[in-house]
Structure formats: C-alpha cells, structure tokens
C-alpha cells in the first residue's frame, strides 16, 4: 500500500483452514513487525479484546482469534475496540476475499476527510477474477419501501464514465467489503450490530447514523472482490439465504417496526419464487427464516437449527 502510518489486525473467527498458521508463515517474508509476545492474542466471551493490548506500531501486524464465529459484526466489533483503544483514528474495515489496489487506502483517506460529516467511506468494489465489471460503486441504494436494494453501478465497466456517474447517487450504505469508518462515527454511532450474525449490519448502522453522518465513496479507491469467498460460497447457499430474510425481518422489527410487513411481504414473494423454481431446499429455509425472524431469534442458527 501507498500509504504511511498503519498498522493491521486480522480477525480469526474460529476458523478450521489453518488460516492463522498460513499467515504467520507469510509473515515471515514481509514487511510488518510481528510482535512475538503478544502477536497472536486469543478473545473468548468473558475477556474485551482491547484489554489485551494499548497500543500498536506502525506497520505491526497483529491476529486475534476469536474462541468462537459470532459472525461478521462481532469479528469487525473486536478490531474497532482494539483501534479505539490504540488511539487510531480512523479504521479500514477490509474482507478477507479481497484484492487490493496500491493507492485504495491513501484514495479512501483523502475522500473521508473532504467533509467532518463524512463517517463512512468506501471503495469502488470490482468482480474478482474479471477485475473489469464493477460490483458496486461504494455500497447500496436501499428503497425501504420495498425491502430491497439495488448495488449502485452493478455491472459498469471499471474507469467507465458510467462509473464516475453512479458515484454521485446517494449510498444508503457502504459496503462492508470495503470501508473506512472514523473514530467519531463510532464513538457517536455505537458498534455493528451483532444480532444479525451476518448480512444487514452495515444497512443497520448507516440507518442509525442518519441525519448526523453520510456516507462517501472514493473512485480512486478500487477493490478487486472475490463475491461469496469469505462464507465459502459463490452461489445463493442455504445459510446465506436463511441469513438474507432473517436479517431483513430483523432489521424492520428494530428500526421500521411500522413497514414489518413490508419485510415479510418481501419474504414471501421471494420464497414463492423459489417454489416456481423448484429449489425446495432453499424454499425450507426460506420458511425457517421468516419464523425465525418474526420469532426475535438472532445469533447463529446453528445454536437452534440444522441447515
């Protein structure tokens, strides 16, 4: 990266591809410090991570391995904690499934600090491997009216002027792949949301922020998103459909609890599509979270159910 004065942390949510042994064999042959003593810390339900450590140099790298996934929230929740404490004052949430460009984080800072009511900036996202078609132009416009959202500029070519166009629509949320969020924004905000596991927490925090921040998107920042890798998958699978409608019911319940059956409405709709295209498989879950949703039952549905 073109970029001075950062530092990384990485996030193990429990994971069983020996993830944390390939990257401290990567750290052997790069740039970053690796602090022995405290380079790998381990969180588990009773400790705060930031209790473990005050602050972090320059360049240093760091991993934190959960005992436990909580999902996508609590894993970025557990970095943010970490950077407040070390003082940092803005934190660049990146997926695991990514790609990126040199100049991304240095286009990201300068655009997040064009504005003080910028809270949250992200980047120009870009189908990996193709690395030509854009997947999303900062994040998403939502119509809550419909229950649904529409990724802006999916599908322009990267440096289109289609691209430049879509970047002056209003984002009702920056992607999670990608996304510089300031110290301010969180300390005012509060931390993800982590009920939903996963899907909807960066919809659930831009709405809680509203009227007191917007949100950005940096053009010269291009990220290079490998879709689907980070859950495993590149297809609609039985987890990330059950997460996409229990997450959605959720999010009305809290925050538009007056459009709830806008949400289910949209449910439904989506479920009888399934039927007429015969994935029953998908069809079942679909069900399971719709009464899941409407139930308040949160977390991760291995705790109560078998997909």
Not at 4 to 27: P, Q, T
Not at 49 to 78: Q, R, T, Y
Not at 81 to 87: E, L, Q, T
Not at 270 to 296: N, P, Q, Y
Request: hydrophobic content about 40%; some cysteine; aromatic content about 12%.
């Amino acid at each position: 990266l073109n970029y001075h004065g950062f530092s990384v942390v990485v996030i193990d949510n429990n994971s069983v591809d020996d993830s944390v042994k390939e990257i401290l064999l990567w750290l052997k042959d790069s740039s970053f410090n690796f602090n022995e003593e405290r380079g790998v810390l381990f969180v588990d339900d009773v400790t705060e991570p930031d209790s473990f450590v005050s602050h972090i140099d320059n360049k240093e790298l760091m991993v934190v391995c959960s005992d436990k996934n909580k999902g996508f929230a609590a894993a970025c929740n557990i970095g943010m904690k970490i950077a407040i404490k070390c003082s940092c004052e803005k934190i660049w949430l990146l997926n695991n499934d990514t790609v990126v460009e040199k100049n991304s984080l240095a286009e990201l800072d300068k655009k997040i600090e064009e504005s003080a009511d910028i809270g949250v900036c992200g980047s120009v996202l870009v189908y990996y491997p193709e690395m030509s078609k854009v997947q999303a132009v900062g994040g998403v416009k939502y119509k809550y009216w419909c229950a649904k959202g529409n990724q802006i500029g999916d599908g322009v070519l990267l440096g289109s002027m289609g691209a430049v166009r879509w970047a002056d629509e209003e984002i009702s949320y920056v992607s999670g792949a990608s996304m510089l969020v300031k110290r301010a924004y969180i300390q005012d905000v509060g931390l993800m949301e982590e009920k939903y596991f996963l899907y909807y927490e960066e919809l659930d925090w831009a709405y809680r922020s509203r009227r007191r921040w917007r949100n950005a998107v940096a053009i010269n920042s291009v990220i290079y998103h490998k879709v689907g890798a980070s859950i495993g998958t590149k297809e609609r699978s039985k987890m990330s459909q059950y997460y996409m409608i229990r997450g959605l019911i959720m999010f009305y319940r809290s925050n538009l609890p007056h459009l709830c059956f806008v949400a289910v409405m949209r449910s439904i709709y989506e479920t009888l599509v399934l039927v007429i295209r015969k994935k029953w498989f998908l069809c079942m879950v679909s069900i399971m979270a719709i009464v899941d949703g409407m139930s308040g039952r949160c977390g991760d549905v291995s705790k109560y159910r078998s997909l």
